[in-house]
């Protein structure tokens, strides 16, 4: 099966992961961990990186340090992945669910002004859903695929109406906006390392951000907020939320090769564009020019997306839809979802994720590409 977006151990992993085999340093404190902190750090430019065993407890845990709770809203987009709903529904707090743009399938910014001129009020310095009375103290914009929106509209907005910006950003490792790295616009930004991601520890996670507090009580949240370090002190509910060092490891040498990933995925996208956009219907996902995506999961639209993923599973080549809309989940029916013309549901029908992995080759590249000409 050529895989949709597999795992490239082609670097220093063994070597690294050896070492702390060797040294017995495997599990929840190690130098890998603090060097995969501070080369995170400096790649992204943010002040701080503290490492997580996932990108859904980076976001849990970024909320629950943001004190969202069961009174609160939490705005997003309706096209992500679960983790992203699922992290606010862990605080009790509940989603607004934003429809998407149909060009660049990232949150709608004429539909979130809308929606914050009419159903929102600011009083005492928050804004509060008219409705029901609920504060909104978070946006949670996802990069999805590793676009961008218009950021600097977003920032307008948010500080019009006194959101603070939360980013997933978990798919957007190496993505930019006007050459500011994704997840250092709002107070958290927050990654992803799971298998399928454009760098992976198996599974792992991080949280960035510019704040000397927050990334102290990130460290001490993710490891139990143990307060003192011989007597099991603990001084709030923390979590065991952290990464190990055999995984930091991986991630180490993983971030030696992002800058070759990168720049095969803008190989990958380009070639997938030069052999398919204009046939038929096909279109790929719009970047405006502030944006350079990191084109992690090249991605396309046609109302063949049926034909065209059986065609592509049936034949090995591992092709996926996008995520069902949110608000279509049973979880999340009775939540808000803040919409014109469902353009979720217009994605959802025509979308599918095409073979992308950094180490795929050129024939195989044609293969899939011959493949799909042949549903036109
Ligand atoms: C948009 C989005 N949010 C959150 C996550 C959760 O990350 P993880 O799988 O590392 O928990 C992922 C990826 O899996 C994702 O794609």
């Not at 029916?333 to 959802?348: G, K, V």
Request: hydrophobic share 40%; glycine share 8%.
């Amino acid at each position: 099966m050529l895989l949709l977006s597999g795992p490239n151990m082609g670097g220093n992993e063994l070597k690294y992961v050896s070492e702390c085999i060797t040294t017995g340093w495997v599990s929840s404190v190690g130098a890998f961990v603090d060097k995969f902190e501070k080369v995170t750090a400096e790649f992204t430019g943010a002040a701080h990186a503290v490492a997580t065993s996932s990108g859904t407890t980076a976001l849990h845990t970024s909320l629950v340090m943001l004190g969202t709770g069961s009174n609160d809203l939490v705005i997003a987009p309706n096209i992500t992945f679960i983790a992203t709903i699922n992290s606010i529904k862990y605080t009790g707090a509940s989603p607004v669910l934003i429809d998407v743009d149909k060009d660049s399938w990232q949150m709608d910014l004429d539909l979130l002004e809308e929606f914050l001129e009419k159903e929102t009020e600011i009083r005492d310095g928050n804004c509060y859903h008219i409705a029901s009375g609920k504060r909104i103290p978070v946006i949670m914009p996802v990069h999805v695929l590793g676009n961008m929106c218009d950021m600097d509209r977003l920032m307008a907005l948010t500080s019009k109406y006194h959101l603070t910006i939360l980013e997933d950003s978990t798919e957007a490792l190496g993505s930019f906006y006007n050459g500011k790295h994704a997840g250092t616009f709002g107070l958290m930004g927050t990654f992803s390392y799971n298998g399928n991601k454009i760098i992976t520890t198996g599974g792992g996670g991080m949280i960035v951000t510019n704040d000397d507090a927050l990334a102290k009580h990130a460290k001490h949240l993710t490891t139990q907020a143990k307060a003192d370090p011989f007597e099991y002190f603990h001084d709030e509910i923390g979590y065991n939320y952290r990464l190990v060092n055999v995984a930091a490891a991986m991630g180490v040498a993983q971030m030696e090769q992002l800058p070759d990933f990168l720049k095969r995925k803008k190989e990958i996208i380009e070639y997938y564009k030069s052999q398919l956009e204009g046939v038929g219907d096909i279109t790929f996902q719009k970047v405006i020019q502030s944006v350079n995506p990191n084109w992690w999961m090249p991605t396309i639209r046609t109302g063949k997306q049926k034909e065209i993923l059986e065609k592509l599973n049936s034949n090995k080549m591992q092709s996926r839809p996008l995520w069902i809309p949110m608000n279509k989940l049973p979880m999340f029916e009775r939540d808000i979802f803040y919409q014109h013309q469902d353009n979720s549901d217009f994605l959802y029908q025509r979308c599918l994720s095409i073979p992308c992995s950094t180490n795929i080759t050129i024939s195989e590249l044609k293969a899939v590409s011959d493949k799909i000409k042949e549903c036109f």
